[in-house]
T-cell receptor
Framework: GQNIDQPTEMTATEGAIVQINCTYQ??????LFWYQQHAGEAPTFLSY??LDGLEEKGRFSSFLSRSKGYSYLLLKELQMKDSASYLC??????????WGAGTKLIIKP | ETGVTQTPRHLVMGMTNKKSLKCEQH?????MYWYKQSAKKPLELMFV???????ENNSVPSRFSPECPNSSHLFLHLHTLQPEDSALYLC??????????????FGPGTRLTVL
């Protein structure tokens, strides 16, 4: 079957760095997405990786290793507004998105 | 504001009621999706429409009935629901379904409670 694993919850301190991991086993691979979802709001797109390596976008970076079935989202200089759930999703061989359950990130002052 | 709106935002209904959820996208996309989001579970894809044609129905019970009159509007008709159907129902759109880059834009969801 297809499976996406990510930690259920993480806690970090304002101003620090946090890495949220995602491992996947899917039938085919056509890219990996990270979305951010604040409580009660719509998920919003953060990043897309289809080739191995690191993609940097401001305070957020996303890394992909296709051979290891692994990705991480790196958040730097954490702010209170970064408290949210972070969803990892993989586009499979049919270009259908397979979703992880999300990682709830709690930022403490 | 993602360009995808959903109404109502909250809905409480009894098991014998009939109600409809509405989704509208203002992005010029051709694909629209219904997802169910339950606490601590992955998003469950329910239906996909591409150019108004239904292309996916992921074994969804018949008490959920989708309708896509045009590429901008999507409905989810509900009848005879069960308490376990209580969840957040998210609508999304993308340029089209399929294709290697398929960024989806989500609405804020309808929080459904079935009594």
């Amino acid at each position: 079957g297809q499976n996406i694993d990510q930690p259920t919850e993480m806690t970090a301190t304002e101003g620090a760095i946090v890495q949220i991991n995602c491992t996947y086993q899917t039938s085919g691979f056509n890219g990996l997405f990270w979305y951010q979802q604040h409580a009660g709001e719509a998920p919003t797109f953060l990043s897309y990786n289809v080739l191995d390596g690191l993609e940097e976008k401001g305070r957020f970076s996303s890394f992909l290793s296709r051979s290891k079935g692994y990705s991480y989202l790196l958040l730097k200089e954490l702010q209170m507004k970064d408290s949210a759930s972070y969803l990892c999703a993989v586009s499979d061989s049919n270009y259908q998105l397979i979703w992880g359950a999300g990682t709830k990130l709690i930022i403490k002052p | 504001e993602t360009g995808v709106t959903q109404t109502p935002r909250h809905l409480v209904m009894g098991m014998t009621n009939k109600k409809s959820l509405k989704c509208e996208q203002h992005l010029g996309h051709n694909a629209m999706y219904w997802y169910k989001q339950s606490a601590k579970k992955p998003l469950e894809l329910m239906f996909v429409y591409n150019f108004k044609e239904q292309t996916e129905n992921n074994s969804v019970p018949s008490r959920f009935s989708p309708e896509c009159p045009n590429s901008s509007h999507l409905f989810l008709h509900l009848h005879t629901l069960q308490p376990e159907d209580s969840a957040l129902y998210l609508c999304a759109s993308s340029l089209e379904s399929g294709g290697s880059y398929n960024e989806q834009f989500f609405g804020p969801g309808t929080r459904l409670t079935v009594l």
